[in-house]
């Protein structure tokens, strides 16, 4: 399989991982206003081990070059986006909800920036993939000094943010335990992805075979209590088997031209789609009146996934013809950081 081919699939994973995230939010937010059927329940949870290790497993193999550059490079062209964006982001949705869902009693500006700040470390909102990725990629770049030590290493991390101890015992919040979960999904395609891709470009077979003895084993695995080590290792071995079907699912899927090209392009746009929909969600189910349409519970989770993944597309290259690239790269006085030398 050629490298264009390739490529392919990793924008179609991409742009399937994307639309799964927005399924999710979509069934959550509509849950809450009991407009969600158990049957989309059903599905977020069948999907839930695919989702985020796909995303960061694509984000890995795409970070492979950018590791292996100098650490000014790296920090200047992809630690400080993703720090602007996850910086500007949060502000914005901090003043988007004061609107869309105010809180009883005045919030004083102090609180608000004690909220903002206090987000870097323990980030609430929903585009926490963008704080975790200012995090992965000076972390693989560290990974290349000593990658199998590194490796080991993430993939013991990886278990542990799995066991929900961090959680349930130290008081972690989910996007700091997830920081430690999905670690190795993004650690080690960057190392060794380069490596592995042309065999799993020309093997979905395989690796569907392989997600589905994954999957048996997991389902045969006695009960195991949240906090141990050992529930971090079943709950991390299935979303090992979710990664491997949602790699195989992409190579697939390339050879339907409907369906490729659609999630392609969502792959291509991934980040406009990830950053605008929480807030396009609230929006629309804050004022509209779902519950007059009829059987809306039974398709209207699917029905707001695409229809808010259709205008995400629209509003962002909206955006981006009128001159707000702002909102999506750091521009102007905030274009790059200050050109010092790094070891």
């Known amino acids: 399989m050629n490298s264009s081919t390739r490529i392919e699939w990793m924008d179609l994973a991409k742009g399937m991982s994307i639309f799964l995230v927005v399924l999710l939010h979509c069934e959550l937010r509509l849950r809450s206003e009991e407009l969600s059927s158990s049957f989309f329940v059903s599905v977020s949870d069948l999907f839930n081990p695919v989702r985020m290790p796909l995303f960061f497993a694509v984000s890995g193999f795409l970070a492979a070059s950018s590791i292996n550059k100098s650490w000014r490079d790296l920090l200047s062209r992809k630690v400080w986006r993703f720090v602007y964006i996850y910086a500007l982001w949060s502000i914005i949705f901090i003043v988007a909800f004061l609107f869309i869902r105010p809180i009883n009693g005045e919030i004083t500006a102090w609180e608000q920036v004690s909220v903002w700040l206090e987000s870097f470390f323990r980030p609430e909102f929903p585009i926490w993939f963008i704080w975790a990725l200012a995090f992965y990629f000076p972390i693989a770049k560290l990974a290349t000094l000593k990658p199998k030590i ?194």
Request: aromatic share 14%; proline share 5%; hydrophobic share 50%.
């Open 150 to 343: 590194a490796t080991a290493a993430c993939i013991i991390l990886g278990f542990v943010g799995a066991s929900s101890y961090l959680k349930g015992e130290l008081g972690f919040a989910y996007t700091q335990e997830s920081l430690f979960l999905y670690l190795p999904f993004f650690v080690i395609p960057a190392l060794y992805g380069q490596l592995a891709i042309h065999w799993v470009s020309e093997n979905p077979i395989k690796l569907a075979i392989i997600a589905a003895i994954i999957s048996l084993f997991v389902y045969l695995m006695p009960s195991i209590p949240s906090y141990s080590i050992d529930h971090g290792i079943s709950y991390s071995l299935a979303r090992i088997a979710g990664l491997c079907a949602g790699i195989s699912i992409s190579v697939f899927l390339c050879k339907t031209r409907f369906l490729s090209a659609r999630f392609v392009y969502m792959g291509k746009n991934s980040l406009q789609i990830y950053l605008i929909h929480p807030l396009l969600i609230a929006i629309i189910v804050n004022s509209s009146d779902l519950e007059a349409l009829p059987y809306f519970a039974h398709y209207g989770v699917a029905l707001l996934a695409i229809t808010v993944t259709i205008i995400c597309l629209i509003l962002g290259n909206s955006f981006r013809k009128v001159g707000a690239n702002w909102l999506f790269e750091p521009t102007g006085v905030f274009g790059n950081l200050p050109k010092k030398r790094f070891a």
